[in-house]
């Protein structure tokens, strides 16, 4: 299995905090994916990477920002987290972009 | 814009009897690639199968293997002699394979098979 680790695995917070999920590979890949997952609308993308320090937004990329200051780490900042952000996040790496993307484990965000 | 379409939320098969989940896409690209994700209850995204656009083969993984009907944009997934470990969500995804694209999937919403035993 590809080497993703997301953190936290599971968090509950309250509206208007600001939360960071973190992704950290050990593949040494150049591409890097944000997604949230949410009933009836699949995977949909939200900011990726492309290198160090490169990154762009998603379809669905309005009240994240993202960060990648090293290869293995791309970090997902909820600035000031709102309830409609309440969702599975995952996090997906691929060192090519013919090649398959393989998926962390996913983070569970509840936003009360 | 792309995208993908599964018109079956859920499907049932019987243990041991053969299901097709299907995804139809839309594109205007010629070169891209296609997948089947599983995604059991513990959450995982684990790819089944991929097919390439400019292969006219279909692909097969053991009891895994797709119909891949590119002028129809169709890309059927078969599972064979069904275990009870295949209930799951089964999710389609393109990828363009253009030069410059963000190289993202796109997904379709998802089918969740239940398996009888």
């Known amino acids: 299995d590809a080497g993703i680790t997301q953190s936290p695995r599971h968090k509950v917070t309250e509206t208007g905090t600001p939360v960071t999920l973190r992704c950290h590979q050990t593949?040494?890949?150049?591409?890097m994916y944000w997604y949230r997952q949410d009933p009836g609308h699949g995977l949909r993308l939200i900011h990726y990477?492309?290198?160090?320090?490169?990154?762009d937004k998603g379809e669905v990329s309005d009240g994240y920002s993202v960060s990648r200051s090293k290869t293995e780490d791309f970090l997902l900042t909820l600035e000031s987290a709102t309830s409609s952000q309440t969702s599975v996040y995952f996090c997906?790496?691929?060192?090519?972009?013919?090649?398959?993307?393989?998926f962390g484990d996913g983070t569970r965000l509840s936003i009360l | 814009a792309q995208t993908v379409t599964q018109s079956q939320p859920e499907m049932s098969v019987q243990e041991a009897e053969t299901v097709t989940l299907s995804c139809t896409y839309d594109?205007?690209?010629?070169?891209?690639?296609l997948f089947w994700y599983k995604q059991p209850p513990s959450r995982q995204m684990i790819l089944v199968i991929r097919?390439?656009?400019?292969?006219?083969q279909n692909a097969t993984e053991n009891r895994f293997s797709v119909n891949f009907q590119k002028a129809a944009k169709s890309f059927s997934l078969k599972i064979s002699d069904s275990q009870l470990g295949d209930a799951a969500m089964y999710f389609c995804?393109?990828?363009?394979?253009?030069?410059?694209?963000?190289?993202?999937?796109?997904f379709g919403k998802g089918t969740k098979l239940s398996v009888k035993p």
């Open positions: 995804a393109y990828r363009s394979a253009v030069s410059g694209s963000q190289g993202n999937l796109i």
């Open positions: 990477s492309y290198g160090v320090k490169d990154t």
């Open positions: 593949e040494n890949h150049r591409y």
């Open positions: 594109t205007s690209e010629s070169d891209y690639y």
């Open positions: 097919q390439e656009a400019y292969k006219q």
């Open positions: 997906a790496i691929s060192d090519l972009r013919r090649q398959p993307q393989h």
